[in-house]
């Protein structure tokens, strides 16, 4: 009977959609992989792609996934009975309980394990494909695909099955078995967040850790790549006493899910028992008088339908928000988002000030893969909640339009979203209250995390549910869509990067205390008012593709769905079409018109052909620049800079120069014009903006020229990505790349990444010079020594900051600093924002004391004969910095008055903090120390 049994259940399994949307999903998952470069498990660097290490990796790793696809395999083959009445039947028969249970278990369990055999099916055949990169490849031995199949995958497949397969067997319910796989995934993220970071417990760690990863990572750490490319390690010790221990804890919980579950028809709980005499009871009280028999009347207003809708959504609001799964839910969600923002908001294990700024980028990555889950799974439950209890006839042939169902169910799944949101921002707070920290603001966790999440996740709502509406059955539509995580995952990968076409997807801006969002949120309503007319057209679809009465199929409601598009329903959707065709054709004039869209293989192309074309002059002799005169023009509110400037050249190699090479490294800044003392521009390529003097007289070692030039850098609309945040409207800080152009080739933006470079037909390494080549010495990653006069212009309510020494300054329409800087290393800039004086505290040698105003002092060095450049840099100079202490006591944009800091930056290694100590009365200069 046990072998029938399991025979039937593998029979059924297979020719389940779960079966084979499962099998499909990660067979993409697993060869893309392996054939795109984007995308790497296990290997890079030196370790092939299909090194018995990355074999091993990407099969530990994909058995963490795939425990959300095994548990829909093995906890629907004791509900399954029950949800369709067949359950009593099967249990009058002779067959035993281990029989039925351990029966169903296996034949669902070799189906998982067949299914889960794309992996290295996958593994196999992506490490064929004509075009990958060879040299990351190497021999395909089966003894390795051998070794993480069934030592390291299986174990985790068997355990993760009977864990969920018990948990399902004991409750018989769908809905406590998809939370405690979420419990489980939380919990296991948590532990492996907080104690991974404990040296001390990575022992423990690898015993105790279910997938099997801590225990390979550890046997594994300090091998080579050759090591990686060509063993597979010893199958005992550590790993396998993990693969014993988590097998017989998966037994364990076999023999636990028998014995909890009885093998007769599930009784009423107690709680349902008394909720459902509370019904009766209400129900009776509440029963108008008998009437005659009669025709039920006709609507004929519109009073009804919306009373119907307030009464659904009241309803949908009440199962949702009532069950003991929601608050569970809501729990783990807690949990999570404390543990990633306890843990995020750390330095090497140091806690860094809670500022919110600094705490939601790490607040919005927790509600990424969780809140969809949460959305996929109740898309699915309000979805079919009524067929599921075979109710769905009686509630079909009610006179209600199907968008009284639709949107209710829809605002329901929108609703614990959001619910997720709130949790999430209150939980941020509460960590920032605990560290101490009082800063908070209310409007910005509403206005910079609640609402823009908050409509990202309404749009992923509105697909889950058209999808369980398309979808024949609940199992398919939670398959559709992690295929379609998987579809978005990968486009973006392989560079379909635009916004317009990535579902949902609308950036966050960037933050800052100082410049706030910046301007920068502009791209991410816009695109919110696109998708939310693509979303508007998706509810109209699903309000007419509703499932009602004994039809199933989809082919007859397609069409029939123009003609139901006659009147309200279709002058909505065309409200939603030409909303999303206005909002997008605004959106694509800002990222492809005014602004170049370039996917990240378009740069890798653009770097790679750079390359070939001017590395040739890396070594060629350039002139150096001795002498730096800048204007700099800052307009703020328009993002927009104006810079003229002259270069004084000086020919410090040994040989004549005939050519001049100059370059322009940012996207951003458009250099006008460029003129260049007695040369003339030979060539001019637009694409890399790379030009090309040619002196009419060489250039003689010593010589000097005049090089002049204007520049413009304007930040015009709005771009895909990358935003610019070096020209803001508070707080400028623009380096000499940004501002001016700069003098011969180098290597500062070529590729890195040797399968990229070879991919390019680059050489796999640009290796540094030899010892002995002392021709790499004339050239640092600074630039050479130089003077400079910088004149800042900006709006009247900011400060302009520049290095060296103030001049001058002047106020009015405009703001303006002339600064004078001696000798330095080439590396000038300008900076702009509005400051003002906080009542701050710093910690100093003394005790605390108020900031009162910063001075950077250089000390006459005894040995100044004997020093070098950098050491007459800072002989006898005595410098102001026209600057402030920020709330946090640190300069925000400048540079860190850290201790450590200083130790290495002679500039400001002498920094001074004038301050008044408590009940002294005078000031004094004292040493700055860092903020307890």
Known sequence: MFLQVAKFEFAYQRSSPVFWVTGIIFFLLTFAGMTIDQIQVGSGGNVHANSPFAISQQHLIWTLFFMFASTAFVANVVVRDDETRFGPILRSTRITKFDYLMGRFSGALAAIVIVYAAVPLAIFLGSTMPWLDKETLGPNRIGDYLYAFFLLALPTIFTMSAIFFALATATRSMMWTYIGIVAFFIFNTV???ILGRRPELETAIAYGEPFGLGAYSLVTKYWTSAERNSANPDFAGVLLWNRLLWIGIGIAFLALGQKLYRFAEPGMSARR??????????ALADAPPSAPAGALPRPRSRLPVLAQLAI???????QIFRSPAYVVLLLLATLLVFSNLWSGNEIYGTPSLPRTVAILPILTGSFGLISIIIAIYYAGEVVWRERDRKIHEIIDATPMPSWVYVVPKTLGVVLVLLSTVAIGALVAISLQLMRGFTDISIMQ?????????????TFVAVLAVLVQVLSPNKYAGWGIMVLYIVI???METIGFEHHLYDYGSAPLAPLSDINGSGGFMAVGWWLRLYWAGVALIMLVLGHLLWRRGTEQRLKPKLRRLPKRLAGLPGAIALGGFVTATGAGAYIYHNTNVLNEYQ???????????YEKKYLKYEKLPQPSVTDVQLKVDLFPQETRAEIAGRYRLQNLTQTPISEVHIRNLDETLKIKSVALGGARQASYDEEFKYRVFKLERPMMPGETRGLDFRAQRWQRGFRNSGYDTRLVRNGTFLAHQQLAPVIGMDRSILL???AKRRKYGLPAELRTPKLEDLSATNKNYIGSWTTADITVSTGADQTPIAPGKKVSDETGTAAGLLASYPTHQFSISSRSSRRAMPNATASMRGGPCRLLSSDARAKRRPDAERADRRARLLSGEFRTLSIRPGPDHRVPGLFDLRPGFRQHDPLFRDLRVRGRFPGSGEDRLCDLCHRP
């Open 273 to 282: 028992e008394r909720k459902q005499k509370r019904q009766e009871a209400k």
């Open 445 to 457: 966790y509403l206005l910079w995390f609640v609402l823009p999440i908050g409509v990202n996740m």
């Open 599 to 609: 996917t990240t293989n378009e740069r890798e192309q653009f770097q790679a052909a």
């Open 191 to 193: 532990a492996s967040s």
């Open 488 to 490: 978005d995952v990968v």
């Open 752 to 754: 890195q990444d040797r």
């Open 312 to 318: 659904r959504t009241k309803f949908e609001m009440r």
